[in-house]
């Protein structure tokens, strides 16, 4: 109760709202600097000035002077009273000396009307009562000028008595405004939640997007980080390489250098000894004494003189020296090869492929899941029916083919047993030891026997060189190059072996299972671009 009086006591008579920089007349009335200020301009053509609240007049135009106290008293409680809800600012009509808020609206007179006014105002049934409002106009019949009190179903418009009883809405089915309204309101509401409900469902796909976005921009960087990683390392091998090469022609350089200065010292020491007997065979020929000639030895052996080895010894030197090793340099160069077949196993294909077991194919000593993704061997028989399709034995295929395009997969298998996984052509036979993936030329596989590992085609092994530590396998297709490949999911992933061969029919995928165990396709995706050296 003191809260209210005090707020009474602080309410300007001409806004009714809590003081705002409050000022007063000589009469010793407040009010708000900008209310009264208005009054005193409406007072202005007459020349006299009264006070809203007690009529004093003044000659002049009244000074006003600033109520401090009451302006700090006013701020205090409104400090106190964050929630207060000021009156509209819509004015009282009839009020005309000065501006006073109205607090209802009469739809009839089309007037608003201050709390004074309000008291006074016809009670009588025709004068119809609302909020504050400036639209009169628009409650009330364009046609009859009568106030809008029913809703027509029919037309969907609000309508008078008349326009129910005489007009051309004559014989509908009308309501009161109200009822009305609120069978709106009700389909308003019902809308608002199935917008609201779409509003989160459209919140949800977006935040969906985003979180894929920020995934798709975490693995492009991640796949952007191993590409330059990749190609780092390439230019690292290949200027290793380069070096190698260079190291080994300067080195062969070398070693034939020596050789020819060797071989060109031997030369030089023939050339001087054959100088040397020329001279002296000149000299026998110029002598005029026969004695002297025929006295010294044979002729015969001057012309052959053997000098470090002999000829024999310097055609080899220059056999030796005739060119560079070649064959030494391309054994090097064949590293580039080896660089080149490594990137290669680098893959970059469309996706995982999302694998569902064909039950139709599946023998019935092989168990398959309900999602389709895990085969079971079991020695409960099944009971399927006998088909061209099924397998007699430990097998099952895929209901997806492949046709064309790159495709990879994720298969895991229990920690012992053995098993065959690859792909295999519609064709393949279905009955009888040749029906088994690898042991035809329909079938490719990856086999484990025996705790070895090999690689399978029409029958024949391949033995791989290193031991399989992983129970995780990836199988990928590039029908177009003809290329089978399988991988060991480690860490890093690591290249098995690739089967290439002209492909003539679609592709399945195909297990094969001995004793317990499990294999399990993955719908999710590992690294897409690995390189194995």
């Known amino acids: 109760m003191a809260s209210a009086d005090l707020k009474d006591e602080l309410l300007c008579s001409i806004c009714l709202c809590i003081f705002k920089d409050p000022v007063m007349l000589r009469c010793g009335h407040n009010f708000c600097?900008?209310?009264?200020?208005?009054?005193?301009?409406?007072?202005?053509?007459?020349?006299?000035?009264?006070?809203?609240?007690?009529?004093?007049?003044?000659?002049?135009?009244?000074a006003l002077m600033k109520n401090i106290n009451l302006h700090n008293v006013a701020e205090r409680f409104l400090f106190t009273q964050p929630d207060l809800v000021e009156i509209s600012g819509i004015l009282c009509t009839y009020c005309v000396d000065y501006a006073?808020?109205?607090?209802?609206?009469?739809?009839?007179?089309?007037?608003?009307?201050?709390?004074?006014?309000?008291?006074?105002?016809?009670?009588?049934?025709?004068?119809?009562?609302?909020?504050?409002?400036?639209?009169?106009?628009?409650?009330?019949?364009?046609?009859?000028?009568?106030?809008?009190?029913?809703?027509?179903?029919?037309?969907?418009?609000?309508?008078?008595?008349?326009?129910?009883?005489?007009?051309?809405?004559?014989?509908?089915?009308v309501e009161m405004l109200d009822e009305a309204s609120e069978k709106k309101k009700g389909k308003l509401r019902n809308i608002f939640q199935k917008l609201s409900t779409k509003?989160?469902?459209?919140?949800?796909?977006?935040?969906?997007?985003?979180?894929?976005?920020?995934?798709?921009?975490?693995?492009a960087s991640k796949k952007a980080e191993r590409v330059t990683a990749l190609f780092t390392d390439i230019r690292r091998r290949l200027e290793d390489l380069e070096k190698r090469v260079l190291s080994e022609i300067s080195r062969q350089e070398k070693e034939e250098s020596l050789s020819i200065s060797t071989l060109m010292k031997?030369?030089?020491?023939?050339?001087?000894?054959?100088?040397?007997?020329?001279?002296?065979?000149?000299?026998?020929?110029?002598?005029?004494?026969?004695?002297t000639v025929l006295q010294e030895p044979d002729t015969g052996d001057?012309?052959?003189?053997?000098?470090?080895?002999?000829?024999?010894?310097?055609?080899?030197?220059?056999?030796?020296?005739?060119?560079?090793?070649?064959?030494v340099i391309s054994d090097k160069l064949h590293t580039l090869c080896?660089?080149?077949?490594?990137?290669?196993?680098?893959?970059?294909?469309?996706?995982?492929?999302?694998?569902?077991l064909d039950v139709n194919t599946a023998a019935n000593n092989v168990l398959i899941s309900d999602d389709l993704k895990t085969a079971t061997r079991t020695q409960n028989n099944q009971n399927r029916p006998e088909t061209t399709e099924r397998f007699q034995n430990n097998q099952v295929m895929s209901s997806r083919r492949f046709t064309s395009g790159r495709h990879y997969w994720d298969v895991e298998s229990s920690e012992s047993g053995d098993w065959r996984v690859g792909m295999c052509y519609p064709s393949i036979d279905r009955r009888?030891?040749?029906?088994?993936?690898?042991?035809n030329t329909k079938s490719w596989s990856l086999r484990r026997y025996s705790n070895q590992y090999l690689v399978r085609h029409d029958s024949k092994d391949i033995q791989l060189p290193d031991k399989i530590s992983s129970n995780r396998v990836r199988i990928c297709l590039d029908y177009e190059?003809?290329?089978?490949?399988f991988y060991e999911l480690c860490d890093p992933i690591r290249h098995l072996h690739t089967f290439t061969a002209t492909i003539t029919e679609p592709l399945h995928a195909a297990l094969c299972v001995f004793g317990r165990m499990i294999f399990k396709s993955y719908g999710f995706s590992y690294e897409l671009f690995v390189v194995d050296y």
Not at 481 to 485: P, R
Request: one cysteine or more.
């Open 199 to 219: 509003r989160e469902k459209t919140e949800e796909r977006v935040q969906n997007l985003e979180e894929r976005w920020r995934k798709a921009q975490e693995k």
């Open 338 to 356: 080896d660089i080149i077949t490594d990137i290669r196993r680098g893959i970059y294909v469309e996706g995982p492929g999302d694998i569902l």
């Open 100 to 173: 006073v808020p109205a607090v209802k609206s009469c739809l009839h007179c089309e007037a608003s009307l201050c709390e004074k006014h309000l008291r006074v105002h016809s009670k009588s049934s025709e004068h119809v009562l609302s909020d504050p409002s400036t639209s009169l106009e628009n409650r009330k019949c364009s046609v009859h000028k009568k106030i809008l009190e029913y809703y027509c179903t029919k037309d969907a418009a609000c309508i008078c008595v008349s326009c129910s009883l005489v007009g051309e809405h004559k014989g509908h089915q």
């Open 266 to 291: 031997k030369l030089e020491i023939k050339k001087d000894e054959l100088s040397r007997r020329m001279r002296h065979i000149e000299e026998l020929c110029n002598m005029t004494d026969p004695l």
């Open 481 to 485: 190059a003809g290329q089978l490949s």
């Open 432 to 439: 009888g030891r040749q029906s088994y993936i690898g042991d």
């Open 302 to 327: 001057l012309c052959d003189p053997e000098v470090g080895g002999g000829d024999k010894d310097i055609n080899r030197c220059l056999h030796d020296v005739d060119d560079l090793d070649v064959a």
């Open 33 to 62: 600097r900008v209310c009264i200020d208005r009054v005193l301009d409406t007072q202005d053509e007459s020349g006299v000035y009264t006070c809203p609240e007690c009529r004093e007049e003044f000659q002049e135009r009244p």
